[in-house]
């Protein structure tokens, strides 16, 4: 955005930057596609499995949780490697962390389908 931008011409400029990230990380990201082909089958299933607004709200949240996270660790990604190839600790920390926060991600979205999926089909 450029300095000064205010009201609708920021909004206008801030989605245009949301939607080149977006691009960027389905052009570059096999787990951001893969992540994206997920969510497209697993949210309409949340409005079929929730069995009220907060169980389909925590299914479709988890989802978009996991895409969240995977943008971010691009991005942290992406300024490793702008920064250099060459091998830094603090580097591989930086991308172990981004990594890590991705696996929580998934880890928190398949504990609330599971348990979704238990209470629904356990009555």
Not at 29 to 55: C, D, H, V
Not at 91 to 101: H, I, N, Q
Request: with cysteine; net charge neutral; proline share 2%.
């Amino acid at each position: 955005m450029k300095p000064g931008e205010t009201g609708l011409k920021r909004i206008i400029s801030a989605t245009k930057y949301s939607l080149a990230g977006l691009s960027f990380a389905w052009k570059n990201e096999a787990a951001f596609r893969q992540e994206i082909i997920l969510a497209m089958i697993m949210i309409p299933a949340a409005f079929w499995l929730g069995s009220n607004a907060t169980q389909t709200a925590l299914l479709i949240g988890s989802c978009l949780l996991v895409l969240i996270t995977e943008l971010l660790n691009t991005g942290i990604e992406a300024v490793v490697d702008r920064i250099g190839h060459e091998y830094h600790d603090l580097a591989g920390s930086a991308k172990d962390l981004g990594s890590a926060a991705v696996l929580l991600s998934l880890l928190l979205t398949l504990t609330i389908w599971i348990l979704v999926i238990l209470e629904r089909f356990s009555t």
